[in-house]
């Protein structure tokens, strides 16, 4: 990439590839910045806005700026079981939402409830000597070498450890 001085504009160029975010307008950019900063800010610092014990029950899955015709809503997906706790604090979760972004962000929330399925949670958790999934423990198994087989169940307890 090289540095160019263009005596007839103002700013100096760069000739090469260029990001997306150094092509777009100033005003994108603080669209772009403002919708997608809110969710992820939202997603990062969850258990500070929600609280400890709905922090384990609920998270958030999408922000909706607000606009002329709709004001900010987020969506929350919650256990099954837990929905009335999320409901009585639906008015101190948008408060502290609020407070964190130190403006009006969320003016309403929505719930959608899902279901946790503790048999699959417990079917697929490998076991301390096998680490590898099933289907890849079929495949490894099927390897005739035995020097391959014992390095690629060696890789998989590498991997699982980091």
């Not at 777009?24 to 929600?50: D, F, H």
């Not at 609280?51 to 922000?63: I, R, T, W």
């Not at 964190?100 to 503790?118: A, G, H, L, N, P």
Request: aromatic fraction near 10%.
């Amino acid at each position: 990439m090289q540095y160019k001085n263009n005596t007839k504009q103002r700013f100096n160029t760069i000739q090469g590839l260029r990001s997306l975010k150094d092509i777009l307008p100033k005003n994108i950019k603080k669209v772009i910045n403002n919708r997608g900063q809110i969710y992820s800010e939202t997603l990062n610092n969850w258990k500070l806005i929600a609280g400890e014990s709905l922090f384990e029950v609920c998270y958030p899955k999408s922000f909706k700026n607000s606009n002329k015709f709709s004001v900010g809503t987020l969506l929350v997906m919650v256990k099954r079981g837990h929905e009335v706790d999320l409901e009585y604090s639906k008015k101190e979760i948008m408060d502290r939402m609020n407070n964190f972004f130190e403006k009006t962000v969320v003016e309403k929330i929505k719930f959608s409830t899902f279901e946790e399925d503790q048999k699959n949670t417990k079917e697929l958790k490998p076991s301390k000597n096998n680490v590898t999934n099933y289907k890849y423990q079929n495949k490894i198994d099927n390897v005739k070498n035995d020097k391959i087989k014992k390095s690629l169940i060696e890789l998989t307890k590498v991997f699982k450890e980091k």
